[in-house]
């Protein structure tokens, strides 16, 4: 009987900022979704500087430079924002 492992990576692999959420994705295939009220420096921002994100901290967070924004992976996540994909 074979068993199949799913493989956890929590390191992002895209970002979305829209009017009414903050949409991150995981390398492992999730989606993260969180309210942009959540983030005022966000939703103050243009959609020129939202759109423009870096990864940070090894994959796991992700910092806007024209905002000076930082948001982890782990706040996320224990916010319980998880969706499927």
Do not use: C, Y
């Amino acid at each position: 009987m074979a068993i199949s492992a799913v493989r956890i990576d929590e390191r992002i692999a895209d970002v979305e900022v829209n009017d009414a959420e903050l949409i991150v994705r995981l390398r492992d295939g999730r989606r993260l979704a969180a309210p942009l009220d959540w983030f005022p420096r966000l939703k103050a921002a243009t959609p020129e500087q939202r759109a423009n994100w870096e990864v940070a901290a090894a994959g796991l967070g992700v910092h806007w430079p024209e905002i000076d924004e930082d948001i982890g992976v782990a706040g996320l996540l224990r916010a319980g924002t998880s969706e499927a994909a």
